[in-house]
T-cell receptor
Framework: KQEVTQIPAALSVPEGENLVLNCSFT??????LQWFRQDPGKGLTSLLL?????REQTSGRLNASLDKSSGRSTLYIAASQPGDSATYLC????????????FGKGTKLSVKP | DGGITQSPKYLFRKEGQNVTLSCEQN?????MYWYRQDPGQGLRLIYY???????QKGDIAEGYSVSREKKESFPLTVTSAQKNPTAFYLC????????????FGSGTRLTVV
């Protein structure tokens, strides 16, 4: 059964720092991987989607990489800002017949001014 | 603008009462999903539907029911059989071909009073 793990569970950094969030999954047979942001009490906002055939995707200050063979993805945030403070969730689209999204528990990021 | 609308934002349920959470999408997505989010547990799949008039149980379907009479709508009923219904409920939609990511609603917070 696919399992998704995110490390660390929480991270606090000073403003302006570059940072990396990690995501690992146990079964490399995935269709795609999606990174989300969740603000307290809100729904999930999609940040980046990487198809299984891709190595990385970029959007503004965000860059997500995917290494299927090792079961890992990273989300790189450049020049962090206090507005980046949120919980970041990684999810893989399972490669099985149902193809549902399986989530990690998230990394809670706090960027201090 | 296309998106997913969940209502109400907050819902209070008395012991022994059934309540229904609404989820409507205008993204023309075939698939819709209901997740439950509890602190420290991540998102868990309750029910999903890949096509109108068909739905499948997820990992924690006991005490919940759904219907999918229209492509745009996927309401979730929390029945009195659900012993611990207090949680944040999230609805999502996605394409059946799995080429694109999921889109989430803003959530409904259900509290038992």
């Amino acid at each position: 059964k696919q399992e998704v793990t995110q490390i660390p569970a929480a991270l606090s950094v000073p403003e302006g720092e570059n940072l990396v969030l990690n995501c690992s999954f146990t079964d490399s047979a995935i269709y795609n991987l999606q990174w989300f942001r969740q603000d307290p009490g809100k729904g999930l906002t999609s940040l980046l989607l990487i198809q299984s055939s891709q190595r990385e995707q970029t959007s503004g200050r965000l860059n997500a990489s995917l290494d299927k063979s090792s079961g890992r993805s990273t989300l790189y945030i450049a020049a962090s800002q206090p507005g980046d403070s949120a919980t970041y969730l990684c999810a893989v689209r399972d490669g099985g017949s149902q193809g549902n999204l399986i989530f990690g528990k998230g990394t809670k990021l706090s960027v201090k001014p | 603008d296309g998106g997913i609308t969940q209502s109400p934002k907050y819902l209070f349920r008395k012991e022994g009462q059934n309540v229904t959470l609404s989820c409507e999408q205008n993204l023309n997505h075939d698939a819709m999903y209901w997740y439950r989010q509890d602190p420290g547990q991540g998102l868990r799949l309750i029910y999903y539907s890949q096509i109108v008039n068909d739905f499948q149980k997820g990992d924690i379907a006991e005490g919940y029911s759904v219907s999918r009479e229209k492509k745009e709508s996927f309401p979730l009923t929390v029945t009195s059989a659900q012993k611990n219904p207090t949680a944040f409920y999230l609805c999502a939609s996605g394409d059946r071909d799995r080429a694109y990511g999921y889109t989430f609603g803003s959530g409904t917070r259900l509290t038992v009073v």
